[in-house]
């Protein structure tokens, strides 16, 4: 079995310089992590914490100072890290006199895709991301929500292992948000691993397996949702035809007074409030 995980980034440092100042800014400080294949794992923290600077250097895009980072074990650095990555940027642009349809068939010949294979991808993906309707209307006349699910099919064109979304609900209204939300579900089901960062907190803990939470290029909290919003020290137990006077000793007596006890667990933060508590006094 292959455990190589789809990213792993060690001791990430990042130092952009401003020379008319004479100073420079840290946007990366020590950031090590790991992202299993076929996870779905949120990159959260507000703005300036350094999540675009994170996914430039995972995509290559950018240099970092110090550090490592590999994709399916190929280093960033290298070409051939990419062919298995689809990307879809924050504000992605697509030229407006293409069709949908002629927007998935232009990325794909840039992957190197063609003829018969290259149809009937674009028919696949345009099904998949609920376009197919769509597929010959110009990309000028689409809503937001529309370009995403676009952007969407043109990062899945190469039918790539790995995604990485930046913000991909930005600006899309919220039944768009929940097609985009269904929309990566289905692609987890697949097996695509995905990388995503995004700041409907609410979204996040509705489909990732696991969060990374960042704050001032630091990775300051950093586990699967379960762990990291249980809360310590309180169980929940959840009672089948219980009566009130059972509450106040509903350990002891619960079986004696006929309860069925369904289920024990720990009451959840939300992972808003989680994000909060984590950020807040980061230095």
């Known amino acids: 079995m292959n455990d190589t995980p789809a990213v792993r980034i060690r001791d990430l440092e990042k130092v952009f310089p401003v020379p008319l100042r004479r100073r420079q800014v840290v946007a990366l400080r020590g950031l090590s992590l790991d992202i299993p294949a076929g996870h779905v794992y949120g990159l959260l923290g507000p703005n300036g914490a350094g999540k675009s600077t994170t996914l430039k250097i995972i995509l290559g895009l950018v240099t ?60 696949e993906l345009l099904e998949i991301v609920g376009l197919t309707e769509a597929g010959d209307r110009r990309i000028s006349g689409y809503s937001k929500g529309m370009l995403q699910r676009i952007g969407l099919a043109q990062a899945l064109v190469h039918d790539p292992r790995l995604l990485i979304l930046d913000e991909p609900t930005a600006g899309v209204d919220p039944a768009g948000s929940r097609q985009i939300r269904d929309l990566i579900l289905q692609l987890k089901a697949r ?67 006929g309860a069925k006890l369904l289920s024990t667990k720990q009451p959840q933060l939300d992972l808003e409030t989680l994000f909060l508590k984590a950020t807040e006094r980061t230095e």
Request: aromatic share 8%.
């Open 64 to 123: 970092p100072t110090s550090g490592t980072s590999e994709i399916f074990g190929i280093p960033s650095s290298q070409v051939a890290s990419r062919t298995e990555v689809g990307f879809l940027p924050e504000n992605p642009y697509f030229y407006k006199f293409l069709t949908g349809a002629e927007t998935i068939a232009f990325y794909g010949k840039l992957c190197g895709l063609g003829g018969r294979k290259l149809q009937d991808r674009v028919k």
């Open 191 to 257: 097996g695509k691993t995905i990388l995503l960062t995004s700041h409907l907190l609410e979204q996040v803990q509705e489909v990732c397996d696991s969060v990374g939470i960042m704050a001032k290029g630091h990775l300051v909290r950093e586990g699967s949702l379960d762990l990291l919003t249980g809360i310590t020290g309180q169980t929940e137990y959840l009672i089948e035809n219980a009566r009130p006077e059972l509450q106040a000793e509903i350990a002891k007596l619960a079986a004696a007074h």
